[in-house]
């Protein structure tokens, strides 16, 4: 992942926050499916503030329909392939003073299970999993999510670590974006603590309760 790709995330966090649409759908979970999250149910899976504790909120968390524009940013591939049937796409973006170190939190909610998992290689092999930079390597982030993917690289031409992880969960793909411009800021534990929570807090709003997993929970 280069710096300026994980700006790229900083960016489309902060476009959302300025140029959010779209209204919200109801759930659609029934018979024991996973449910198709709403826009607000998608903005309250992504950590806020209250979630991270210790790390400075850079974009609020926000959500928007995946319309033309948004599926250029959140499926950035040939014909926007992986955004079939998704209905909302959202970020948040957090840093860390200490040690300069960011992390960005992403969601693609998708109108029923079978669309997310057709989506989740897509998007991997085609995108997301190249963003940790071409030399990662893949690491574990334990049994989290009904699908999971992780890679741990460099960000920068200093060896300073970035991470990218994807993981689904039911109706949604999820993503953490990890940078630190120095070394030691970003570390595979600390990578799989913000997958394991976002992953949580799609579960809970799947199973219609209000996410509240945070670090350290």
Known sequence: MTMRNYRWCAATAAALLLTGCGGGA????????AAALTKEQVREVLPDGEA????KESARPTAVKTDKLYRQQACPIKGNAGCENSRFFGASTFRHDDNAADVTFLIIA???EQAARAAYDVLWDGYYGKRAGQK??????GRIGDERDARFGTSGFQGEPGAVTQTRVGTTLLWTEAAS???????????????????????????????SAALGG
């Open 26 to 33: 109801e759930s659609d979970g029934e018979n024991g499916k």
């Open 52 to 55: 991270m504790t210790g790390w």
């Open 110 to 112: 998708y109108d029923s």
């Open 136 to 141: 990662a390597k893949a690491f574990g982030l």
């Open 181 to 211: 411009a120095g070394k030691g800021g970003v570390d595979e534990d600390g990578v799989r603590e913000f997958a394991t929570v976002l992953a949580e807090r799609a579960r809970q709003a799947q199973n219609g309760d209000a996410p």
